[in-house]
Structure formats: C-alpha cells, structure tokens
T-cell receptor, first 113, second 112 residues
Framework: KAGVTQTPRYLIKTRGQQVTLSCSPI?????VSWYQQTPGQGLQFLFE???????NKGNFPGRFSGRQFSNSRSEMNVSTLELGDSALYLC????????????FGSGTQLSVL | KQEVTQIPAALSVPEGENLVLNCSFT??????LQWFRQDPGKGLTSLLL?????REQTSGRLNASLDKSSGRSTLYIAASQPGDSATYLC???????????FGTGTRLKVLA
C-alpha cells in the first residue's frame, strides 16, 4: 500500500510570508502528527490530529497551526515566517491506537530567507 | 518532563562488527518505545516497537531490549553492513502526555 506522502518536498520562502504543507497518511490511518527537525533541536513535536480533532499539541507559538480533513489528509500552516522556522517538517501517520507504529513521510525541507 | 538521551552521539565501525546503541529515558511511565532509522534528508523508518510489557523484540539482525524500570533500551545490530549507516533514534511514548519523545540520535557509519 502507498506510504505517507508529503508535498511539497522543498520550499523556499522569505521572512513574513506564510506557508502551507500537506500530508496524506496511509490509507486507513486516522492519526497524523507533525514534527519539526533541526540540527540543533532534533525532532520536536508540533501537534497530532485524530479524526479531524487536535488531540495533542507541542510547545510552539500560535503561528503554527494545522487541521485534518474527513479523508484524514492533514495540512500544517506557518504564518509570518521567521528565519528560525527553517527546518525539515515531517509528518507521521498511525492508527491512533496506544501501541501504534508510526510511519513517516519524506518531509518538506523549508528554507526561510 | 520526559527526557531521552542516546549514547554514543556518533559511532564509526568496520563492517562485520556487532554494535550496541543505548537509549535512556527519565520517566518509566511509558506505553512503548520505538526505534527508528533515518537516512540523511529523509523521513524516519520504524525498525522495532517494544510494548511496555515486553522485554525485547527482534527483526532480522536487529534486537531491541527494554528495561522500563531503569529507563533504558538498547538496540543491538549484529554483523553490521555499510547499508546500516544512518542515524538511529529511539522514542518512548510518554504516558503523561501521550507523545512520542525523541532522542537526538546516534549517527552510525559502517566502513567497508
């Protein structure tokens, strides 16, 4: 079956702009979580959506937001971009159960100039 | 607050060696722990998931153990190959927050 699909793969933006990233989970998976990965901070949890509801949230400012659609696809939005938002953004899909395995997409590499 | 440490941060070994990667976590209240592999600029691939009631899991040349009470997990790689070169991350699922908390990883290089 198809894996987790993230689009776009690469993105270059300037400070102050906004960006929307997309994630299509594995068919049948109802949970999508988002992570930011930087060389200095490692993998940081942004938020998790399950059945269109935000179930969990990390410690990021309100500029970072997300949503999930009825087909489980998820989008993440970052407004008023800052240089420090440059990172690899990864989404992971899962069944939403306690002992779910996480399946990651290849990520979106965002560069803010 | 759950904190995860992985030692060593980097490792370079000749092909054929058996390896042990270490992961320690500060709060033993976890549902499970996963080990992942990440190739440069790519997403993560789940290698093994150990539930909190289990002691170990095996897949091919990989064996992961979990000692929840002492907050430790190890990933054992037998007969390492150049294709094993990658960053390995562990992530316990914290009971308090329901989040997977990732370590900073061990960067492994296996020399041919």
């Amino acid at each position: 079956k198809a894996g987790v699909t993230q689009t776009p793969r690469y993105l270059i933006k300037t400070r102050g702009q906004q960006v929307t990233l997309s994630c299509s989970p594995i068919s049948g998976h109802r949970s999508v979580s988002w992570y930011q990965q930087t060389p200095g901070q490692g993998l940081q949890f942004l938020f998790e959506y399950f059945s269109e509801t935000q179930r969990n949230k990390g410690n990021f400012p309100g500029r970072f937001s997300g949503r999930q659609f009825s087909n489980s696809r998820s989008e993440m939005n970052v407004s008023t971009l800052e240089l420090g938002d440059s990172a690899l953004y990864l989404c992971a899909s899962g069944t939403g159960e306690q002992n779910e395995k996480l399946f990651f997409g290849s990520g979106t590499q965002l560069s803010v100039l | 607050k759950q904190e995860v440490t992985q030692i060593p941060a980097a490792l370079s070994v000749p092909e054929g060696e058996n390896l042990v990667l270490n992961c320690s976590f500060t709060d033993s209240a976890i549902y499970n722990l996963q080990w992942f592999r990440q190739d440069p600029g790519k997403g993560l691939t789940s290698l093994l998931l150990i539930q909190s009631s289990q002691r170990e899991q095996t897949s091919g040349r990989l064996n992961a153990s979990l000692d929840k009470s002492s907050g430790r997990s190890t990933l054992y790689i037998a007969a390492s190959q150049p294709g094993d070169s990658a960053t390995y991350l562990c992530a316990p699922r914290d009971k308090g927050t329901y989040k997977y908390i990732f370590g900073t990883g061990t960067r492994l290089k296996v020399l041919a």
